[in-house]
């Protein structure tokens, strides 16, 4: 069936340093391709998301690629900050639903 | 409400009680999914109403799993017989109709702990 993976966390940087976090998945179609944020005490939220190879997601300076090739949506950020520490979830679409990666825990210290 | 509402937030229960968890939607979003999140691991889908229909229930671990929702709001998931291995965060997420590339709006999930 279909499936994510994503890198295992937690990722901690400084402040100001730039941010990857890998995301391949396995699909038999072609799925929208989606990253949602959990900041600590509240729900996921959808951070950004693309629907065909070759698009471009972005939202609060994060950026993904839909990468039909390599099946990849990697997530960047070329300065992260404090507040971006939370745990971030690679996601397809399946049909109905949405099957998620386990998470990456991203700290950000100052 | 302005978001999705689950309650409680936190349930401790002996093993072999049965738990009911409760999900209120965004008003008028007649897509409703659950989720559950074991502690270190990904969300793994559940179960998914459209209306009070559940197209899609191959989520279900169980027959001690059940769920249902009424009048295309409210939505309710039964764990019979609770074991230890079905402590987990419950999430529960809405969208406005369930079309594949629509945001889903997250509750912040119910932590259930059988002791």
């Known amino acids: 069936g279909d499936s994510v993976t994503q890198m295992e966390g937690p990722v901690t940087l400084s402040e100001e340093a730039f941010l990857t976090i890998n995301c391949t998945y396995t699909?038999?179609?072609?799925?929208?391709l989606f990253w949602y944020v959990q900041y600590p005490g509240e729900g996921l939220q959808l951070l950004l998301k693309?629907?065909?190879?070759?698009d471009k997601g972005s939202n609060k300076g994060f950026e993904a690629t839909y990468r039909k090739e390599t099946t990849s949506f990697h997530l960047e950020k070329g300065s992260v900050q404090v507040s971006d520490s939370a745990v971030y979830f690679c996601?397809?679409?399946?049909?109905?639903?949405?099957?998620f990666g386990a998470g990456t825990r991203l700290a950000v210290h100052p | 409400g302005a978001g999705v509402s689950q309650s409680p937030s936190n349930k401790v229960t002996e093993k072999g009680k049965d738990v009911e968890l409760r999900c209120d939607p965004i008003s008028g979003h007649t897509a409703l999914y659950w989720y559950r999140q074991r502690l270190g691991q990904g969300l793994e889908f559940l179960i998914y109403f459209q209306g009070n229909s559940a197209p899609d229930k191959s989520g279900l671990p169980s027959d001690r799993f059940s769920a249902e929702r009424t009048g295309e709001s409210v939505s309710t998931l039964t764990i019979q017989r609770t074991q230890q291995e079905d402590s987990a965060v419950y999430l529960c997420?809405?969208?406005?109709?369930?079309?594949?590339?629509?945001?889903?709006?997250f509750g912040s999930g119910t932590q259930l702990s059988v002791l």
């Open positions: 693309a629907t065909k190879a070759d």
């Open positions: 699909a038999t179609g072609y799925p929208s």
């Open positions: 997420a809405s969208s406005l109709d369930g079309q594949t590339n629509e945001k889903l709006f």
């Open positions: 996601a397809l679409s399946d049909r109905d639903k949405l099957i």
